[in-house]
């Protein structure tokens, strides 16, 4: 809501690299950001786009 939030940044090359594993991405629309109405945080990974998995450790 404006109240809690009423100005927010958007890198948009940024921002369009990091949604590349979600289902659903966030644009701004005529300077508003719609925040998602689901439960929880609003990501979900697009499973399909998961070529492999693995843990990664820097020692």
């Not at 809501?1 to 594993?21: D, G, H, T």
């Not at 950001?33 to 979900?44: E, K, M, N, S």
Request: glycine share 6%.
């Amino acid at each position: 809501s404006p109240a809690v939030c009423p100005m927010l940044e958007y890198l948009v090359l940024a921002n369009e690299m990091k949604q590349w594993f979600h289902t659903t991405t966030y644009k701004p629309e005529n300077g508003l950001v719609r925040l998602p109405t689901d439960p929880g945080l609003g990501v979900a990974l697009d499973e399909s786009k998961i070529v492999s998995q693995q843990e990664l450790n820097w020692e």
